[in-house]
């Protein structure tokens, strides 16, 4: 057993299913406080959030996450009660293990071993922790970004405790994520009965042609940090489930994946809309199209990346390569008022599924990186 074990431990009992915190917040503050942490408690709607931060210097290096999890599944589906912590096999079994309490833990005995070896440290440390993460994401870490900006505070480096890993700890460090362009697109042709294919207009067999035409698109080529944009159809709807009917109208939900402009490389979200746009149009079709967009970030190699590079090294004895793959994350909102923004945590194997976990042996390590890493920029 370990502080941070124990620590872990005690955040995975709560039950924080998303937008809930169940006093995790709470839990860490009260670890906070006795260090001489400033804590602001900022709740927006029903979600609760905390900034805390020691010091009022620079440089300012800001650990920040969430507490809430996904939903845990059918329970009879979990070899142990997925909030009842259990080692086993030298693995930590509960939901939220790795997304990402145990990188929570690790902030907090990082923190406190560091400001015990080092008092007077220069510079600044801070905390943004949320419990809207895993939810729509509307009220947590965007929201204290847009509170903190109002009063013109920025960091200068920021650590999110996803679980970056891939096959060994320390693998993996995202330095950037791509973009995400979703949209709704409603194709309107006529409806009326199948026999009758001169009174008709399929919307189906309209789209098609447009479809083919994106799908063979090459929207860029990528660059040095990011891989070529993708684009994919997630859904599409249309009929009245009647099989002598042509529908009305089609649904289509798709994606961009995209690969931001970085050295005139590759796309911008307003770029692939424009084409988007002119594709359909190109086809003389009658159509909606709704958008929504979540922003990219990118952080080129620097202090940060040469510095939480160095501190996994000795920690796992494993060199990280950078990565912009997966999913969107706080990141993207932290990047307004940060330059340098890192994502590092545990294995990601078992996030979001039946049986998360963590290995038991790679928790200090990840404590050490945090503290390495705080010893390599505030000196």
Known sequence: MSNTLDLAIDLLKRQSNTPEDAGCQELMISRLEPLGFKIERMRFG????????????????????????????????????????TIKDGMLYARGAADMKTSLAAFITSIEEFVAENPNHPGSIGLLITSDEEGVAVDGTVKVVDALKARG????????????SNKLVGDMIKNGRRGSLSAKLTVKGVQGHIAYPHLVKNPIHLVAPAIK??????????????????WQISNMNGGTGATNVVPGEVEILFNF??????????????????????ILDKHQLDYDLEW?????????????????????????????????TGGTSDGRFIADICKQVIEFGPLNA??????????????????????????????
Not at 153 to 164: Q, W
Not at 215 to 227: A, C, H, Q, R, S
Not at 262 to 268: C, L, R, V
Request: charged share 25%; glycine share 6%; with cysteine.
């Open 46 to 85: 029903n979600v609760d959030n905390f900034y805390a931060r020691r010091g009022t210097t620079a440089p300012l290096i800001v650990f920040a996450g969430h507490t809430d999890v996904v939903p845990t599944g059918p329970l009879d589906k979990w070899h142990t009660p997925p909030f009842e912590p």
């Open 153 to 164: 505070e920025h960091f200068d480096y920021c650590i999110v405790g996803e679980p970056t």
């Open 213 to 230: 035409d994106m799908v063979e698109t090459v929207w860029d080529k990528g660059n040095e940090y990011f891989p070529p944009t993708s």
């Open 292 to 324: 929504e967009h979540s922003p990219s970030y990118i952080t080129p190699r620097g202090n940060l990346v040469e510095a939480i590079s160095e501190a996994i090294q000795e920690a796992y004895k494993v060199e990280p390569e950078l990565s912009t």
């Open 257 to 278: 994946r995209y690969c931001p402009e970085f050295n005139s490389a590759g796309s911008t979200d307003a770029n692939l809309r424009e084409r988007v746009h002119a």
């Open 350 to 379: 078992t996030i979001h599924k039946l049986n998360e976990c963590v290995g038991v042996a790679d928790i200090e390590p990840l404590k050490d990186t945090y503290k390495l890493t705080m010893k390599k920029l505030l000196k």
